[in-house]
């Protein structure tokens, strides 16, 4: 009997570029309705964005402009883009 490995999706950090498993990795995503949210299911519909767990991939997205905002084809308002900052901090603090 022949096994066969399961396929697993391979994403690509928009700051790092390293290529790790889906799973490994944080998606963004573009709602309808314009703001970018958390997607941690990694289904929501929209464009998305990977980045790693990392607190300089996240400070990096955040601190070179055009990096988050190319990716995703958008501004992000201030609003958004505090409230996803917010949410990296959590990779700064030790576990």
Known sequence: MIM???HV????C???RQVSSKRELI???RTNSGVVEIDVSGKKPGRGAYLCHTPECWGTAFK???IL???????LSP???LQ?????????TPD
Do not use: D, W
């Not at 999706?9 to 690509?12: E, I, N, S, V």
């Not at 905002?69 to 501004?75: D, G, I, T």
């Open 79 to 81: 609003e958004n883009r």
């Open 69 to 75: 905002e190319r990716a995703l084809q958008m501004n």
């Open 4 to 6: 066969r490995h399961k």
């Open 14 to 16: 928009i700051v790092c």
């Open 64 to 66: 070179k402009r055009g």
């Open 84 to 92: 996803l900052m917010e949410f990296g901090q959590r990779f700064n």
């Open 9 to 12: 999706p391979q994403r690509t």
């Open 27 to 29: 998606r963004l995503v």
